[in-house]
Structures are given as structure tokens and as C-alpha cells.
């Protein structure tokens, strides 16, 4: 039995500095800040989502500064998201390149996949970011301070190293509803709910790849979206049915979720559409207020003291 997954919904991060973030975010990126919070199991650290004006599921990029916290500097390998790649116009690749190196990126031409251009940087925490041109994607993302023909769309895919591939398909394949869309150099990519950008995961085999530690500048998992609590639950009781780990159900505030690994240890999420950032502040003030669930509200005066000073437009 596989399950209705739609696609991505948010990949999220541990970074260092909040300023640093909002800064690489909104104003390199050109993305919009849909929600500030905090971490939901740590009150002390923001939780920034980043993504289109509605901050609609598949556009999401989330982060933890976790900076001063006592996280160490992460490593990247197996078990993890190496790369989160955000989908742009055809065309737009030599734009980015001159905005992106004009302000003190660094950047290199992303490692070739299949046929998509690709631009690849890092974030000040050291986090691989890609910009893949996907002429076919429709959205239209968040267009502040960089116009419709360069805008990020939302997401295109992750990258995810695991040693030894075939368990990771064979769960991605019949739990989840991936398929296998192409496979080239060490590189599988498995699309769900669709073939293009927004639903596609590419697993990365490497034999010899060290296993990945958590913490700063590092992924710490992708989520995937699913339209109902109903279909939720019934992936989470067909995990428990094959005796899979899996979290129960966690309220978000803005979507639920369930937490489980896949076979080659990435964290991987599946979170309801609903109720989406509107929830709790009006469209057009999205992400201006700390916005805080109602179970953490009583502790608001304490949560701001300990929070770190933040500016952005
Ligand atoms: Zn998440």
C-alpha cells in the first residue's frame, strides 16, 4: 500500500546566526519570511519559515539559528540532505551568478544532473544551497526585490547521501509512492506526486561517505506534504503495521506532522497542507510579529528576553 504523498512541503536547517539567516534569506534569496517563532522544542531559538507570499507547502525553507546554544558545527555525509535546490526561471542562471558574487557569495557551477542547469552556493553557515533553472514549473513565487523572471519558485528538490541505495528506494517506492524518475552518476532521483520540480528527492549512493552529524549548518530534515490528517494517520498506522519508528502525530501550529527514518537514516517528515500561516496573522503582515502557539503564549515575556535582536524589512 502507498500513500497519497503530493510532494515536498519544507526542508529545515540548523544555522548559526539569525541576522546572518534573515539576511541570506530575504534579501540574497529574495524569499519571504512567512513566519517567525520559536522552536517548538526549544523556545530559547527562533523557527524562521521562509518561503512564497502564502508560504504554500513545496515553496518552504525553514531554519533554527542556533547560534550561542552550544550545537557544534555539523558534518555532512550519509544520513543526510546534502544540497536543497530551489527551482528559477529558464534562463536566469547568469542573473544569479552576478547577484549572488556581486554581494560576496560563494559560488560554483552545480554538479551536472541529467539536464538541469545549476548554480550552487553556500549559506553563512555552510549549507548547500543549488539554483536549478526548471523552464516547466508554473509557480510564481514570492516577487519582492527580484522580478518574475528571476524569482525563486519554491523548492526543486533535495539531495540525500545514503551508502547503499536500494533499501532507500524500495521504502521511498512502496511506503511513500516514489517512483524512480532518472539515475545517472551515483544519483537516483524519485519524484512523488509528480516528475518536476517542487517533488523531487535525488538519492545519492556513496559506499564510502562518512556518517553525517548533526548541527550547525546542516539539514536536519526534509518534510513531505500530505492533504489530510485521515491520510496521516492511516501512513502512520501502515508504519506501525510494518514495525517502522515513527512519532506520533505533532501539532505545528501551522500543518501536523510525523517524523520517521528512512532506511538510510534521513530524517524524513509528512505534513498536512492545513491550516497553512494565515492561521494566526493576517496575509499581508505575515512573519512581522513573533508569533508564538497558544501553549507557549503564558511564557511570551520570558521567550522575547531570551530571544537575539533581529532587523529586516
Ligand atoms: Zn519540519
Known amino acids: 500500500m502507498t500513500h497519497p504523498i503530493l510532494g515536498l512541503h519544507h526542508v ?22 512567512v513566519k517567525k517563532t520559536v522552536n517548538f522544542d526549544n523556545h530559547h531559538v527562533y523557527h524562521f519559515y521562509y518561503g512564497d507570499e502564502q508560504g504554500t507547502p513545496g515553496t518552504l525553507w525553514t531554519t533554527f539559528p542556533y547560534k550561542g546554544k552550544g550545537v557544534p558545527v555539523g558534518e555532512h555525509g550519509a544520513g543526510q540532505i546534502v544540497a536543497t535546490s530551489f527551482s528559477v526561471p529558464a534562463g536566469s542562471l547568469p542573473f544569479w551568478r552576478t547577484r549572488l558574487e556581486s554581494r560576496g557569495a560563494q559560488v560554483v557551477t552545480g554538479r551536472a544532473r541529467f539536464s538541469d542547469q ?29 522580478g518574475p523572471e528571476a524569482a525563486i519558485r519554491g523548492l526543486h528538490s533535495v539531495s540525500m547521501v545514503v551508502r547503499t541505495p ?22 537516483i532521483r524519485m519524484g512523488v506526486g509528480g516528475r518536476g520540480a517542487g517533488h523531487l528527492i535525488d538519492v545519492l549512493h556513496d559506499e564510502r561517505a562518512t556518517p553525517a552529524k548533526n548541527g550547525l549548518g546542516t539539514v536536519h530534515h526534509v ?5 489530510s490528517e485521515d491520510q496521516q494517520l492511516q501512513l502512520r498506522q501502515d508504519l506501525l503495521d510494518r514495525e517502522w519508528k515513527v512519532t506520533e502525530v505533532r501539532d505545528r501550529q501551522y500543518f501536523k506532522s510525523i517524523y520517521f527514518r528512512e532506511p538510510g537514516g534521513v530524517l524524513f517528515e509528512v505534513a498536512t497542507l492545513r491550516p497553512g500561516f494565515a492561521v494566526d496573522e493576517p496575509l499581508r503582515s505575515l512573519g512581522r510579529d513573533l508569533k508564538l502557539p497558544p501553549w507557549e ?17
Do not use: K
Open 166 to 187: 536500494g533499501p532507500t528506494v524500495e521504502f521511498m517506492t512502496s511506503v511513500l509512492g516514489f517512483e524512480v524518475v532518472a539515475e545517472a552518476d551515483g544519483r
Open 12 to 33: 529545515t536547517a540548523t544555522v548559526d546566526d539569525a541576522q546572518d539567516d534573515l539576511d541570506f534569506c530575504i534579501d540574497l534569496l529574495g524569499l519571504r519570511l
Open 297 to 313: 503564549e503564558p511564557h511570551r515575556t520570558d521567550i522575547e528576553a531570551g530571544l537575539p535582536d533581529i532587523t529586516y524589512a
Open 118 to 146: 545549476c548554480l550552487a552556493l553556500r549559506d553563512p553557515s555552510g549549507l548547500v544551497f543549488e539554483l536549478i533553472e526548471a523552464a516547466e514549473d508554473q509557480r510564481t513565487g514570492w516577487q519582492s526585490t527580484i
Open 223 to 227: 518534510a513531505m506534504a500530505i492533504d
